[in-house]
């Protein structure tokens, strides 16, 4: 681990001298490459010169042990130091995990009903709230993408793009089926019903990743509708893209204008292909190593949401919270930074 850390810290201290070379700032775009490529290993190197001086703390404190008249300040300073080294290692351990090349891009999300009719397609309303909410409290912008909304308030689907810092980081742990446990406006018994929503979280993607043929995308146009079918444009704006090599299919109908929507399409679609593709990979380099926390299936039931008992447990991690209208109004940070907190030590248990 040392080594590698060495070689940091000398890539850092190459970088800070090139990024103030008159010639390497005259090239914008290299510049621009450097300053981030510097920016990306700061932490580490500040770590890593902070466990150097705790280190060398140590050493000097076991020197002055052997002077009588600095025992008593040597020993002190030595156990403080001690208790601070396996920390720092720690520490930087978890700052050498390879970062997620998509943790700060912005989201697309996918949000379906799944078993339950009428409540399932609610809870998906009640789930697309809940993101939206924790959304504005992050200052993060969503953009609609795609709805199909049921005439009782919920939705049998809805996509949205979610733009902001590290989007991708925070959400991604969302993907899976959620389960809801609950009494239905809709049911006079006051019997409690299960129904299910399906999340997809994927990063936005550009061309230069996920190149798409354009001889494999076969577009349809069509009228964008509203809930129950009624029109709300008169004109074929809304579009639908089909994959033919895969048979994804997407839509997008809430621009008005059809190049808005076949722009917003594309992107979905890059998404989806570029998951997929990530998907593969990843399954075939570590299949055996690899943290299953944030690589739901789609089919995986990941949380449930148990109205009678206030509570929400997320079966990957085995926690549960009692605050469930708070959960709900969009405060989902506790959850996920303990989702995170799972991830990364899997992580360390697989390096």
């Known amino acids: 681990m040392f080594e590698n850390l060495e070689d940091i810290e000398k890539k850092y201290e190459e970088l800070t001298k090139m990024i103030s070379d008159p010639e390497v700032i005259a090239n914008q775009e290299e510049w621009r490459k450097m300053m981030k490529e510097q920016a990306s290993i700061e932490p580490i190197v500040e770590k890593y010169r902070e466990y150097k001086k705790v280190k060398q703390a140590y050493e000097e404190s076991k020197e002055l042990l052997k002077d009588p008249e600095m025992k008593e300040l040597a020993e002190e300073e030595m156990l403080t130091s001690k208790e601070k080294l396996p920390i720092l290692e720690d520490e930087l351990k978890i ?8 943790d700060d891009k912005n989201v697309i999300c996918e949000i ?12 998906a309303g009640t789930l697309f709230r809940m993101y939206s909410m924790y959304c504005d409290k ?5 953009d609609i993408l795609n709805e199909n909304a049921t005439e009782l308030g919920g939705y049998k689907e809805i996509s949205f793009m979610i ?6 980081s925070r959400l991604k742990f969302e993907s899976g089926v ?6 239905p406006e809709t049911e006079a018994s006051g019997r409690i019903h299960t129904s299910t929503a399906s999340v997809s979280v994927l990063p936005e993607v550009g061309d230069v990743e996920i190149n798409i043929n354009p001889a494999d995308i076969k577009m349809e146009v069509f009228r964008a509708s509203g809930a129950g079918g009624q029109h709300i444009n008169k004109t074929s704006s809304a579009v639908r893209l089909i994959h033919v090599p895969t048979g994804m299919v997407v839509e997008c109908q809430t621009e008005r204008s059809q190049f808005q929507n ?6 979905m679609l890059q998404s989806r292909l570029y998951e997929q593709e990530k998907r593969e990979r990843d399954s075939k380099i570590e299949s055996e190593r690899r943290s299953q926390i944030g690589n739901a299936e789609r089919s995986e039931k990941i949380r449930t949401y148990n109205y009678p008992q206030g509570r929400i447990t997320d079966h990957r991690i085995g926690m549960s919270v009692y605050q469930m209208e708070n959960f709900l109004n969009g405060d989902i940070d506790t959850m996920i930074d303990s989702l995170i907190a799972a991830d990364t030590a899997e992580k360390l248990k697989g390096e």
């Open 262 to 267: 076949r722009e917003y399409a594309m992107k």
């Open 163 to 168: 733009k902001g810092d590290g989007a991708y």
């Open 138 to 142: 992050k200052h993060w912008k969503i």
């Open 95 to 102: 700052l050498l995990i390879p970062k997620d090349p998509d």
């Open 112 to 123: 379906r009903a799944g078993a339950g009719g009428d409540e399932a397609a609610l809870f």
């Open 178 to 183: 959620h389960r809801v446990q609950r009494v």
